[in-house]
């Protein structure tokens, strides 16, 4: 597997482990989770559920304009 060396300072080491510790995971792990997070974004965790879900009635789709009739090629 390959390997990949940071150089970070004590303060920014304390930090991650801090945040890796919280989340229960290794070092290793946790930094690995957050670069792909950032180059792989992807939608919250049930972002779906929320489609129709605004109660305003004034949340409406706008009247269409009619397709226009075209001539055939």
Do not use: C
């Not at 919250?44 to 559920?49: C, F, I, K, L, V």
Request: hydrophobic share 40%; charged share 25%.
């Amino acid at each position: 597997m390959p390997q990949l060396s940071l150089y970070v300072t004590q303060e920014q080491l304390l930090k991650i482990e801090n945040e890796a510790h919280a989340e229960n995971m290794s070092l290793s792990k946790w930094v690995v989770s957050k670069i792909m997070e950032r180059i792989e974004p992807h939608y919250p965790e049930g972002w779906a559920d929320l489609f129709g879900s605004v109660a305003d009635p004034a949340f409406t789709r706008p009247d269409q304009p009619k397709l226009e009739t075209r001539e055939a090629f």
